[in-house]
């Protein structure tokens, strides 16, 4: 017998086996010599399944399954093979029974299949067996419905049906595990072998599958035996036997035969069911070493194939002679008639022709990603579709459906009403050699990406995100050169802090005026330094004007802005101030610049922009602040709470301010350096959730040294 086989977690391990086993193995294989002739093996197993489910009675078919035989079947093929399950059933049936030789009489069947393949063998010895099993079962279960069941059940005096259900029990789980085989050869002859040649896994199965053929021929006869012993063995001690009466006739020389025979075998239904069980066992524990092997197949051919693929479109992305065309015709696999694009603007599948002579951009996010980066993006194409429309511009998302995501709809009716671009139509689109393409050739980590593409099909910015949302209408093409002359030639001015489609705001910053941008939600605050402020002004015929921009975070935070804007412009606390609606799209902006910078390697520590941008998402963190400046010209950028401070003790230092207006400012920001230099002060935090773009070194706004670079673990429920 042979031992159990060794599990653990190497697909390819080997089946263990004694070494007794070897030589049969080797036996086995001398026999086994196929030729070009070929059988529906499936065909030929659904047949059988069908015949066995069908036989078997109800109540007792457990795991039998039930299989519909198509109406075409090749009939011609299996009258062609009913001469080999003939004698394949008088083998197991006479000569079996008779001898009880198992292991001579599986070599001489495995002779009668010598031309046929491994799979072909155990079907048609599974054919032969199903024929003697359905001759069993017809009088058990038609004894009630058919004369001709009654007679035979007479005859053959099969025991009841509670009796076999209780006996019988763990045959099924034999003929199961032995059908299990057969569909895992019949699997393993469709692997192609001249691609799996070399792979151990293929070896390790092929290695295997001579001693499990020969282990299941003998699992069908240890079926074919029981049967038979149960039948003699309780025709053998039935009631007239015992009595001395009128011998039954079922208790022929034939069954005598088999009764001789069987004598050293188990006698009791126990005894049976632990041979039979433990045969079963042996054959379940090569089965799962056969499916670890068809898995690892399945698995080398499945990563060539999508290896195969990706490098045929890393081909066509990278080849000189590529157009846009056919890189979105390699990266997106469409069928014939399917509309792969679906654009949320005119609500309709379309196809790749709406991409024609316009610069494309790939947007790539996950599947559910709701970022306010997405939001920004999605506002600044807004506004260029209204105020730019004749320029050729186009954007394309690939969402990527994150690990574990059971929702697969990329259309939900919120996107629809807010976004604009095109979108790949289906999921499907979207398969591992993609994935792999954006991530290696893309770059795409897990925060959104917006690739920027020529007619060509090159890349011409790797991610024009934030250049689109910091530049908006003046970035284009958004392209990286674009991004670094733009950064390079432009002066930093304070108009730079509103969108470019913000006509109002835009316009009364470049008056010559003094302006005060201020932050925060702390409403008290926000009432006295207003008024303290307006006061001064008026007292000292200073003119300017104040811009409210709230403060950054969250949709749900944003939310809580409604009331304190309306407090705001009811109390006419600041003539300016930036809707909820634009708020958020403020601080994106903010951080996109800083992105941009470092996006083209241009992040410098002494450029006033970084240093602004900087400042303002730490003050930002810390509560309140305000920003002073002239025209064009910034001048200082402070704390809340010692802007205010400075204020009310304005007639400590109004002597200091001249009669030009822009003395005001010079006289405020000296007496904030000298509040601050030596004062305790909250820590300070830039808080950049984007690790993929933090900068190398950061200087304290406050003091001007390096600031200490920390990892901070954040649950967010928005």
């Not at 040649?197 to 069908?220: E, K």
């Not at 015992?242 to 050293?264: L, M, P, W, Y």
């Not at 429309?389 to 259309?411: H, R």
């Not at 108009?495 to 941008?517: P, R």
Request: hydrophobic letters at 40%; proline letters at 4%; one cysteine or more.
């Amino acid at each position: 017998m042979a031992s159990p086989m060794e599990t653990g977690g190497n697909p390819t391990e080997k089946l263990m086996i004694e070494p007794s086993d070897h030589k049969i193995s080797e036996k086995v294989q001398q026999i086994h010599s196929p030729d070009d002739r070929e059988i529906d093996t499936q065909l030929i197993l659904r047949i059988i399944e069908d015949i066995l489910h069908s036989a078997t009675p109800v109540g007792m078919q457990g795991a039998m399954p039930e299989k519909t035989i198509p109406a075409d079947a090749e009939t011609s093929m299996l009258d062609a093979l009913s001469y080999v399950v003939n004698k394949i059933y008088f083998e197991m049936t006479h000569e079996f029974l008779s001898n009880g030789d198992e292991h001579a009489t599986t070599l001489s069947m495995l002779e009668i299949l010598s031309n046929y393949s491994w799979d072909a063998k155990l079907v048609l010895l599974l054919a032969a067996f199903v024929l003697y099993y359905a001759e069993f079962w017809f009088p058990v279960k038609n004894q009630s419905s058919s004369k001709l069941a009654q007679k035979m059940d007479f005859l053959r005096k099969v025991p009841e049906t509670d009796v076999l259900k209780e006996r019988l029990g763990v045959l099924t789980d034999l003929i199961m595990a032995i059908l299990d085989l057969v569909q895992f050869i019949i699997l393993f002859r469709k692997l192609p072998p001249e691609t799996l040649g070399n792979v151990p896994a293929f070896s390790a199965f092929s290695n295997a599958v001579p001693i499990a053929v020969y282990r299941a021929i003998r699992g069908v006869l240890i079926c074919v035996a029981y049967i038979a012993h149960l039948t003699a063995i309780d025709n053998e001690h039935s009631p007239s036997s015992a009595q001395g009466g009128e011998q039954n006739v079922s208790t022929s020389k034939k069954d005598k035969i088999k009764i001789a025979h069987f004598r050293h075998t188990p006698s009791s239904a126990e005894d049976w069911n632990g041979r039979v069980s433990t045969l079963t066992d042996n054959i379940r524990k090569t089965n799962e070493h056969l499916k670890k092997q068809l898995t690892s197949c399945d698995k080398y051919l499945e990563d060539k194939k999508q290896n195969d693929a990706y490098n045929e479109l890393v081909g066509t992305f990278e080849s000189d002679g590529g157009t846009l065309d056919k890189f979105l015709n390699a990266l997106l696999i469409v069928k014939e008639n399917e509309l792969p694009l679906f654009d949320f603007d005119g609500k309709q599948k379309v196809n790749f022709d709406c991409l024609k002579y316009k610069q494309v951009f790939f947007l790539i996010s996950g599947l559910h990603d709701d970022s306010m980066e997405l939001d920004a993006l999605s506002l600044t194409y807004n506004k260029w579709k209204e105020f730019i429309s004749e320029v050729p511009l186009e954007i394309v998302w690939i969402p990527i459906l994150e690990g574990g995501s059971e929702t697969k709809d990329i259309i939900s009716s919120e996107r629809l009403n807010k976004w604009r671009w095109l979108s790949v139509s289906s999921l499907e689109l979207i398969d591992q050699r993609v994935l792999r393409f954006v991530r290696e050739k893309f770059h795409y980590e897990k925060l959104p990406i917006l690739v920027a593409m020529d007619d060509q099909g090159k890349v011409v910015n790797p991610n024009a995100l934030h250049i689109m949302i910091a530049w908006t209408f003046r970035g284009f093409p958004y392209t990286t050169m674009k991004e670094k002359t733009e950064w390079e030639v432009q002066r930093f001015r304070l108009q730079q802090l509103m969108a470019e489609w913000d006509f109002d705001h835009a316009y009364w910053m470049g008056e010559d005026e003094h302006i005060i941008v201020y932050g925060g939600v702390d409403m008290e605050w926000i009432r006295n330094f207003t008024t303290k402020a307006r006061q001064i002004a008026q007292a000292n015929n200073i003119e300017f004007e104040m811009l409210y921009v709230g403060k950054s975070g969250k949709t749900s935070e944003q939310e809580k802005m409604k009331t304190l804007l309306d407090t705001i412009e009811k109390e006419n606390l600041s003539k300016f101030y930036l809707g909820k609606e634009f708020i958020w799209f403020f601080w994106v902006r903010l951080l996109s610049m800083l992105f941009s910078k470092i996006n083209v390697q241009l992040h410098d520590d002494h450029d006033p922009l970084i240093q602004l941008v900087e400042k303002l998402m730490i003050y930002d963190r810390i509560g309140t602040w305000a920003l002073f400046g002239k025209g064009s010209d910034i001048s200082l950028t402070a704390r809340g709470p010692e802007a205010l401070k400075i204020l009310e003790n304005f007639e400590a230092w109004k002597q200091d301010v001249g009669t030009d207006h822009l003395h005001f400012l010079d006289a405020f920001k000296k007496q904030y350096d000298q509040q601050i230099i030596g004062a305790d002060h909250p820590c300070c935090t830039l808080d950049i959730h984007d690790t993929s773009r933090t900068p190398k070194n950061v200087l304290c706004p406050e003091c001007s040294r390096s600031m200490e670079q920390q990892s901070i673990f954040s649950c967010s429920h928005d």
